[in-house]
């Protein structure tokens, strides 16, 4: 079992930048696939970004251009740096992982999640 621990979030202003962190621990998930969802007030949780077990990368639509995901092996790490926010980008923030590494959007796919962080963007 892998504990993953979210940080980063915060309140920033529109236009503003922020990057979130994913930290693993329990054991090296360098062959998982790693994604990043959002859960807004009153909505779905929605997938925002992910990367496989190859390092190849993912986006939402609603996304792209702006956010950009990353991993550090040696550090068992996740990163979404986050440009460009608007306050449609406030949500409670997810990390997961899923065991085969291979990118999925469904979140129903992930074993693993962490606990969340908030970004709040003020318009």
């Known amino acids: 079992q892998v504990l993953l621990v979210e940080s980063g979030g915060g309140l920033v202003q529109a236009g503003g930048s922020l990057r979130l962190s994913c930290a693993a621990s329990?054991?090296?998930?360098?062959?998982?696939?790693v994604a990043w969802f959002r859960q807004a007030l009153g909505k779905e949780r929605e997938f925002v970004s992910g990367v496989d077990w190859n390092s190849r990368t993912y986006y939402a639509d609603s996304v792209k251009g702006r956010f950009t995901v990353s991993k550090d092996n040696a550090k068992n790490t996740v990163y979404l740096k986050m440009n460009s926010l608007n306050s449609e980008d406030t949500a409670v923030y997810y990390c997961?992982?899923?065991?085969?590494?291979?990118?999925?959007?469904?979140?129903?796919?992930?074993?693993?999640w962490g606990q969340g962080t908030q970004v709040t963007v003020s318009s």
């Open positions: 329990g054991r090296t998930f360098s062959g998982d696939a």
């Open positions: 997961a992982s899923r065991v085969n590494g291979y990118y999925s959007s469904d979140p129903k796919d992930y074993e693993n």
